[in-house]
């Protein structure tokens, strides 16, 4: 079952965050995460999470 449109995207606060550290130090690292409800949004492209 998908995501009701009307709730939006979910995307988790402390991914979010690791991503946008990774993005800023222009490092490829690969990110450790649980999180398999969140959304991938434009700034995790390019990034390994795992």
Not at 33 to 50: C, E, H, K, L
Request: a positive charge; charged letters at 30%.
């Amino acid at each position: 079952m998908s995501r009701s449109l009307k709730k939006g995207p979910y995307i988790d606060y402390k991914l979010e965050k690791k991503v946008l550290d990774a993005v800023s130090s222009n490092k490829k690292v690969v990110i450790k995460t649980w999180s398999r409800a969140t959304m991938i949004s434009p700034d995790f492209v390019g990034q390994t999470i795992a």
